[in-house]
C-alpha cells in the first residue's frame, strides 16, 4: 500500500480544462515533464511551440511577452529582471571585442556605466554622441560601429531626439539601432513604425518597471524584435546569461497592462498642465516637457507623438540661478505629496534633484543651463492637490 503522502504528492485528479476568467493563469515552474524521451529529446526551447525548462518560459511568461510584443508592433518579446538587464542582454548579445557601441550623452546613465565597465573589459568601445544633433552621429559612425542606442525623451534632460533621422543614418550604413522605449511605453509612438511609414527601430527595450507594472513593485524587462534572426541571436544570449524573470511579477505586470492606456494619458494630463504651471513661475528658468513648445526638441515630439498627443508623465524643471543647492533641497523636503525616490510610472508623485554637470560629457555637448534640475515624475493623485503641494513648497526657497 502506498502512503497517503505519495498519492498527495503524485495525485490524479486534474482539474477540467474550460476554465476561463479575466486574468490568464499563473503557471510556476523550475522542472517541466515531458511525456517520454521522444518528447524530451525532441523539445526544441528556442520556439514557443513547447515547453522545456522554467527559465525557457511558461505559459504565463509567453503570454506577457506576446501582449508587450503587440503593444509595441514587434513579432517577438523577451522578458529580463529589469529595465537594464534589457539594456545589458541586447549588448552583450550583440557586441563582441573590437566593435563599437554609440550612446547618446543624454541616455540613461546605468548604460554609459555598461559601456565604461564590463563592456570596456571585454574591447568593446563606446562614443557617446549628441541626440540632437544627427550630423554628431552621423561622423560617428565607422566600420567598427555595431550597434546604436536611441532614446526619446532623453533621460532627465528630457529633449526630444528626431528618432526617423537617427534611425535612417544608422540604416544606411546597415547598423543596428536599439531603443529605451521606456519614456514611450509603446503608446506614445510606435518604436518599429514612425507614423506609418514601416520604418522604425530594430529593437526597443523597455523598462517593464515603469508604466507596464504602474505600482511601483515590480523590476522587469523587454526586448522586443521583428526580425527572427535577431530575436534569435538575443535568445541564445539570454538562455546563457540565464535570465530568467519571477513569475509572481509576470502575473503583476499581466494584471496591471490592461490599463496602462488610462494610466499613461492619467499620468500624461496631469504632469503637462503642472509643466505648464510652473513654466509661469519667475522662479523657474526652463520646464523640460517636449509637449511643451520651450522644450528642446518639440518639433521632434510634435511630428512623431503629435497624432496620438501623448507624452508620459515625466517632467524636469531647471531653477532660476539665484536659487542655490541648498535652497532647492529645501524645496523638495519641503513637498509633502512627491516622494523623494528614483524609478517612476507608479501611482505616487516622485521628485528627484539631479547635478547634470556630473551626468553628461561637456565635450558631446555642453549643458546649457546653470540652475539646478529636478525631475518629476507625475502620479494619480488629484492635480490641483499637487499644484497646491508645488506651490508651498515653492515658499520655501
Ligand atoms: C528605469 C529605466 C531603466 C531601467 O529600468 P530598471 O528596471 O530600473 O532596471 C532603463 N531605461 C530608462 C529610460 C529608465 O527610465
Not at 526551447?45 to 503593444?71: C, D, N
Not at 552583450?92 to 563592456?119: Q, R, S
Not at 496620438?308 to 524645496?331: K, M, P
Not at 510610472?345 to 565635450?363: E, H
Request: charged share 20%; net charge negative; glycine share 10%.
Amino acid at each position: 500500500m502506498r502512503k497517503p503522502i505519495t498519492d498527495l504528492i503524485h495525485h490524479s485528479y486534474v482539474p477540467p480544462a474550460t476554465f476561463g476568467a479575466p486574468q490568464p493563469g499563473v503557471y510556476k515552474a523550475s522542472t517541466v515533464f515531458f511525456a517520454d524521451v521522444a518528447a524530451m529529446r525532441a523539445r526544441d526551447w528556442k520556439t514557443k511551440a513547447g515547453y522545456t525548462y522554467g527559465l525557457h518560459g511558461t505559459p504565463t511568461t509567453f503570454t506577457l511577452e506576446e501582449r508587450l510584443a503587440t503593444l509595441e508592433g514587434g513579432t517577438e518579446c523577451l522578458l529580463v529582471p529589469s529595465g537594464l538587464a534589457a539594456i545589458s542582454l541586447v549588448s552583450f548579445a550583440l557586441l563582441k571585442t573590437g566593435d563599437e557601441v554609440l550612446i547618446p550623452d543624454n541616455a540613461y546613465g546605468p548604460n554609459k556605466a555598461l559601456a565604461t565597465g564590463e563592456l570596456a573589459n571585454f574591447g568593446i568601445t563606446h562614443r557617446l554622441y549628441d541626440a540632437m544633433n544627427p550630423s554628431d552621429l552621423a561622423s560617428k559612425l565607422s566600420e567598427r560601429t555595431r550597434l546604436v542606442w536611441v532614446e526619446a525623451a532623453g533621460s532627465v534632460t528630457m529633449e526630444f531626439p528626431d528618432l526617423p533621422a537617427l534611425a535612417e543614418l544608422c540604416r544606411a550604413r546597415g547598423v543596428l539601432v536599439a531603443l529605451d522605449n521606456t519614456w514611450g511605453a509603446g503608446l506614445a509612438f510606435a518604436p518599429f513604425d514612425f507614423n506609418g511609414t514601416g520604418q522604425g527601430v530594430d529593437i526597443s527595450i523597455q523598462a517593464l518597471t515603469k508604466y507596464p507594472s504602474g505600482g511601483g513593485d515590480v523590476l522587469m524587462g523587454s526586448v522586443i524584435t521583428r526580425d527572427e534572426r535577431l530575436h534569435r541571436a538575443i535568445k541564445l544570449t539570454h538562455m546563457r546569461m540565464g535570465l530568467g524573470t519571477g513569475v509572481g511579477d509576470v502575473e503583476t505586470v499581466l494584471r496591471s497592462l490592461p490599463s496602462i492606456a488610462l494610466r499613461y494619458e492619467a499620468h500624461d494630463r496631469s504632469a503637462r498642465e503642472l509643466a505648464r504651471w510652473l513654466a509661469d513661475r519667475a522662479e523657474i528658468a526652463q520646464v523640460l516637457h517636449p509637449a511643451l513648445e520651450s522644450s528642446p526638441g518639440h518639433a521632434n515630439w510634435l511630428r512623431l507623438c503629435g497624432a496620438n498627443d501623448l507624452a508620459a508623465g515625466l517632467f524636469s524643471i531647471v531653477f532660476d540661478v539665484r536659487y542655490g543647492t541648498e535652497q532647492v533641497d529645501r524645496f523638495c523636503d519641503s513637498l509633502t505629496l512627491f516622494r523623494l525616490g528614483y524609478s517612476w510610472g507608479g501611482p505616487i508623485s516622485l521628485v528627484v534633484p539631479y547635478d547634470i554637470g556630473l551626468m553628461r560629457d561637456a565635450t558631446v555637448a555642453p549643458w546649457p543651463h546653470k540652475g539646478t534640475l529636478v525631475r518629476f515624475s507625475i502620479g494619480l493623485e488629484d492635480v490641483d492637490d499637487l499644484r497646491a503641494d508645488l506651490e508651498q513648497a515653492l515658499s520655501a526657497l
